[in-house]
């Protein structure tokens, strides 16, 4: 039987871990490919790689920062890895994206300027709306895929994700993702191994399904 553990406290990230932002970049990725491709920023037309690049690396860096300020108590402390990533990463995309749009409308007159950049955009219900369409088809896609994995490595992913999520009564998208595949992360949620060649065992198998992960064709 899986064990499962019932702990009320947020799980706890390894920010020197090299597995954790492996994670991350393969989350954060697509949905940033995402967000980039439906910004329609003139000046980021044909520099999309480098863009989403550059999105990726200081979302990460951001992340990290909140990590650090949440360990000293500094911020609420992190109780699902996936949500506060995403949520940074969006807010950086956003942020770049603005910038960028100024820099594209300095000879519009001041009272456009301010309409167009200053004033909030009336989008962003709809951009939510689009972000959590395709944040469902990739859960979708991605847990059809992984359900097909070898047995070890499979498990050892879903351990990882689980290990890395917070459960309350209302599963996320990419615990419902799951549970159309019958699996329940929930019940992968456990200890890792004391022994170090079980441990050592475990990350291997779980280097090796990231690898996976990061090969198929929509992330």
């Given at each position: 039987m899986?064990?499962?553990t019932?702990?009320?406290?947020?799980p706890?990230?390894?920010l020197?871990?090299?597995?954790?932002w492996?994670?991350?970049?393969?989350?954060?990725?697509?949905?940033?490919?995402?967000?980039?491709?439906?910004?329609h920023?003139?000046?980021?037309?044909?520099?999309?790689?480098?863009?989403?690049?550059d999105?990726?690396q200081?979302?990460?860096?951001r992340?990290?920062?909140y990590?650090?300020?949440a360990?000293?108590?500094?911020v609420?402390?992190?109780e699902?890895?996936?949500?506060?990533?995403?949520?940074i990463?969006?807010?950086?995309?956003?942020?770049?994206r603005?910038?960028?749009?100024?820099?594209?409308?300095?000879?519009?007159?001041?009272?456009?300027f301010?309409?167009?950049v200053?004033?909030?955009?009336r989008?962003?219900?709809?951009?939510?709306a689009?972000?959590?369409?395709?944040?469902?088809?990739?859960?979708?896609?991605?847990?059809?895929?992984?359900?097909?994995f070898?047995?070890?490595?499979?498990?050892?992913?879903?351990?990882?994700?689980?290990?890395?999520?917070?459960?309350?009564?209302e599963?996320?998208?990419?615990?419902?993702a799951?549970?159309?595949?019958?699996i329940?992360?929930?019940?992968?949620?456990?200890?890792?191994?004391m022994?170090?060649?079980?441990?050592?065992r475990?990350?291997?198998?779980?280097?090796?399904?990231?690898?996976?992960v990061?090969?198929?064709?929509?992330?």
């Amino acid at each position: 039987m899986t064990a499962h553990t019932n702990s009320t406290e947020p799980p706890q990230c390894d920010l020197c871990s090299d597995t954790t932002w492996q994670k991350l970049s393969l989350l954060l990725r697509p949905l940033i490919k995402h967000w980039v491709y439906c910004s329609h920023v003139s000046s980021w037309k044909g520099q999309e790689f480098d863009i989403i690049e550059d999105i990726l690396q200081e979302s990460l860096f951001r992340i990290f920062k909140y990590a650090k300020k949440a360990e000293c108590g500094e911020v609420p402390p992190i109780e699902m890895l996936e949500h506060i990533s995403m949520v940074i990463a969006h807010n950086c995309c956003k942020d770049m994206r603005r910038k960028d749009q100024r820099l594209t409308r300095l000879s519009l007159d001041e009272q456009t300027f301010v309409h167009q950049v200053v004033m909030p955009d009336r989008s962003d219900v709809s951009e939510i709306a689009l972000d959590n369409l395709f944040r469902e088809w990739l859960y979708m896609k991605l847990s059809q895929d992984i359900v097909k994995f070898p047995e070890k490595q499979r498990r050892a992913l879903l351990v990882d994700l689980a290990n890395m999520m917070h459960f309350d009564e209302e599963p996320t998208l990419l615990q419902q993702a799951f549970l159309k595949q019958k699996i329940r992360l929930q019940d992968y949620q456990q200890s890792l191994p004391m022994n170090s060649v079980e441990r050592s065992r475990h990350a291997s198998l779980l280097s090796v399904a990231l690898k996976r992960v990061g090969k198929l064709k929509y992330v």
